[in-house]
T-cell receptor, first 116, second 111 residues
């Protein structure tokens, strides 16, 4: 079946640094990718919708200058957390939508970010 | 690599009939989570199962976690139109604590 990968799986960084997270669809082309943030035992909070070749659409309350999203190709989207702070520590999950009759969404395994 | 197989991909039921979706992991899990995604929406967290053999109920929904912590099921009794959507399981691995997602089961209520 379709696979979505994320890299890195876990990252620890110092406050003030930037961290880039990659999301790849391994065996299909994804014109749309989603970035979520999740706190323990809570629902996925949609941060932004990333469309290949165009600017990402951010959800209300998500700072676009802080969470930079680049959907460079049909198989790769990146999320860069700029000037990270401890409150940015979270689990970040991406998903990719596979076009077709079912418009199926496939989820990545997540990236755990810890900002010291 | 680590996988979670979820079946069936689709299930068509008459309103009032039961619905079940199953997840099987290739490795032992730390815990398993279940989500519901309505058409056009985004996944909503339903529950997390942690203990071997655990069974939890939420009204008409029954969640089970297998004794070996490698499989899980979600059963809905007497489906209603509000149950329509895609149900995902996601298992958290012991080794690297990532979430491995099932492909989802789409519940469709026949008109």
């Amino acid at each position: 079946g379709a696979v979505v990968s994320q890299h890195p799986s876990r990252v620890i960084c110092k406050s003030g640094t930037s961290v880039k997270i990659e999301c790849r669809s391994l065996d299909f082309q994804a014109t749309t990718m989603f970035w979520y943030r999740q706190f323990p035992k809570q629902s996925l909070m949609l941060m932004a919708t990333s469309n290949e070749g165009s600017k990402a659409t951010y959800e209300q309350g998500v700072e676009k200058d802080k969470f930079l999203i680049n959907h460079a190709s049909l198989t790769l989207s990146t999320l860069t957390v700029t000037s990270a702070h401890p409150e940015d520590s979270s689990f970040y999950i991406c998903s990719a939508k596979r076009q077709g009759p079912a418009d199926t969404q496939y989820f990545g395994p997540g990236t755990r970010l810890t900002v010291l | 690599g680590q996988q979670v197989m979820q079946i069936p991909q689709y299930q068509h039921v008459q309103e009032g009939e039961d619905f079940t979706t199953y997840c099987n992991s290739s490795t032992t899990l730390s815990n398993i989570q279940w989500y519901k995604q309505r058409p056009g929406g985004h996944p909503v967290f339903l529950i997390q199962l942690v203990k071997s053999g655990e069974v939890k109920k939420q009204k008409r929904l029954t969640f089970q976690f297998g004794e070996a912590k490698k499989n899980s099921s979600l059963h809905i009794t007497a489906t209603q139109t509000t149950d329509v959507g895609t149900y995902f399981c996601a298992g958290r691995t012991r080794s690297n604590y990532q979430l491995i997602w099932g492909a989802g089961t789409k519940l469709i209520i026949k008109p």
